[in-house]
């Protein structure tokens, strides 16, 4: 029966006005979290996709807000039904998104924002292809990276290790995106992912006869911001 709900959805995604799929990965404390907390403030456009987790919550966050907590069984009950478009072991703790409910966000013509690790994205632009957006951010250095991760102090030093470790092979994957960014500053950073966000729609939903000379700026804005991930592979990538 859900694999009968799936095709359903997919079916009548050509029907209804369609929102983009916008992805945002980084290396854990590079600030994906705090982009998309920043991009979704007063944004009616785009809904976050909140992913199921087995991981423990942390002290400020909260259930069905920053992820839906589940135990082990229950994901694990959950892959069986094919519930998840997309799931992944990270960190020994499993993430998963639900399909079901990024097909009720897309029908309405938001867009979905997913805060997800490279396998996510990975799995994402295969099922999705069309109108995904993806975003790969980078911190200024890993000494600031460690900076970060040690002042959030909401995980114990033995994950942060962990996390710390794993850093370099997250980092390998920046290549997948189509856009790379370094968050040296917050504010530039959410400045830069709504242009890029504001520009794809136009290109992706917007007919040419109807794009004006504002719209066709923004839309070369966003590509000179994509050009600048080549010049990264030289210089910012081999100091981090």
Known sequence: MLRSLKNLVWK???????????????????GKTTLSKKLLKNNKNIELSISYTTRKKRPLEKNNKDYNFVSEEEFEKLKKKKYFIEWAKVFNNYYGTSLIKVKKINNKGKDVLFDIDWQGSRKIKKKLGK?????????????????????????????????????????????????????????????????IIEAERYENFVPVKNLTKQKIKIIYEAKRIAIQKKNLIFKKIRSL
């Open 12 to 30: 009548n995604m050509g029907t209804k006005k369609q929102g983009l799929f916008i992805i945002l990965s980084s290396p854990s404390g590079a």
């Open 131 to 195: 109108n995904v957006v993806s975003i790969f951010i980078l911190p200024p250095s890993k000494k600031e990276l460690i900076k970060r991760l040690k002042k959030r102090a909401q995980d114990p030093d033995h994950i942060v290790k962990q996390r710390l470790s794993f850093y370099k092979m997250e980092l390998s994957h920046w290549k997948d995106y189509k856009y790379v960014l370094i968050n040296k500053n917050l504010s530039d950073t959410v400045k830069k992912i709504k242009t």
